[in-house]
């Protein structure tokens, strides 16, 4: 029987913490950290994502307004809003909401935002920041496995952690997350072209499964003990369920957990992570001005 790592206790506990600094901050005569959100176009699971940042912004005291433009605004448009925003001494952090319309470069609109606020942590000075292991902004996702981990006591000194995923926003930052000085451990990024992927995940002190497919992670992949982090986000049909479907990760849940010696479950783990890392970087942002 495993640990079950309970990811909405150990986001709320960080945006408590986010919350009394905030509240200090205030107390000392700063103004609240305000983050601006945009969002194009009318993509209904973007604008809650966009939502639910908002929202969780509003209850640890940090002010954020979403500015909401047609998917018709033109890239140059966009880069002209995202440059005023970095001219804005009252703007502490932008995030835009990807993916945008297909017009629109994601890259350059990522590489036009101020580095000093891009607490998605997806700018290139943001991510070689990480790769050389100097303090920033920290890759949302990433690290929040991270929290989940260490705030569940797991020692990751020495530990091999088997990542399967290499994609930008989850298995290449968390490499560099799991290496860095302090967390120290040995890391095996596995994707689609590797060879004998399951020999290489029952090497695995702690497995983490970032690869979007249902079920993925079977017994047979998971060592004795291992500690399982899973990432995926997945729906499956379920016609018991009102809306027609469930979501479920890229584990399966019911036959590792009996192996495992801790595992996330989804939702309820790594999912509500990514908001609270969202929060501490905003925070870090308005430290920094
Ligand atoms: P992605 O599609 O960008 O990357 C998937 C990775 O899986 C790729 O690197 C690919 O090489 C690897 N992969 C695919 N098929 C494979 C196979 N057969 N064998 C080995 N590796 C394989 O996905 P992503 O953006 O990293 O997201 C992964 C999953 O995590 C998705 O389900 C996504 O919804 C979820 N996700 C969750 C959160 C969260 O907050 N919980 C955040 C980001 C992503």
Do not use: W
Request: with cysteine.
């Amino acid at each position: 029987m495993a640990h079950i790592i309970d990811g909405k206790a150990i986001s709320a506990q960080i945006r408590e913490e986010v919350k009394t600094a905030v509240a200090a901050r205030v107390t000392n005569g700063h103004r609240a950290p305000y983050l601006a959100v945009v969002l194009v176009g009318d993509d209904p699971a973007s604008a809650s994502y966009v939502r639910g940042k908002a929202k969780a912004s509003a209850e640890v005291g940090i002010e954020s307004d979403t500015l909401t433009y047609d998917a018709s605004i033109s890239e140059q448009e966009l880069l002209d809003i995202i440059r005023r925003l970095n001219d804005d001494d009252n703007v502490d952090g932008i995030l835009v909401q990807l993916p945008l319309p297909d017009h629109i470069d994601d890259r350059k609109v990522i590489d036009t935002i101020d580095p000093a606020k891009d607490v998605d942590c997806f700018h290139p000075a943001s991510v070689g920041n990480l790769v050389i292991g100097l303090d920033g902004f920290k890759p949302a996702t990433p690290a929040g496995i991270v929290e989940l981990i260490q705030r569940s006591g797991i020692e990751t000194s020495g530990a091999h952690c088997v990542i399967i995923g290499r994609s930008n926003i989850v298995g290449k930052p968390l490499a560099n997350l799991m290496l860095k000085r302090g967390i120290d451990a040995t890391v095996t990024v596995c994707h689609s072209r590797t060879k004998d992927l399951p020999a290489l995940a029952r090497q695995a002190d702690i497995l983490v499964a970032a690869i979007g497919r249902a079920n993925f992670v079977t017994a047979d992949l998971v060592k004795p003990g291992a500690v399982v982090i899973d990432v995926g986000i997945n729906r499956v049909e379920d016609a018991t369920r009102e809306r027609g479907y469930r979501l479920v990760g890229d584990v399966d849940f019911d036959a590792v957990e009996p192996i495992a010696s801790h595992i996330t479950p989804v939702p309820g783990g790594v999912g509500p992570m990514t908001i609270a890392v969202l929060l501490q970087n905003t925070l870090m942002a308005a430290r920094s001005t």
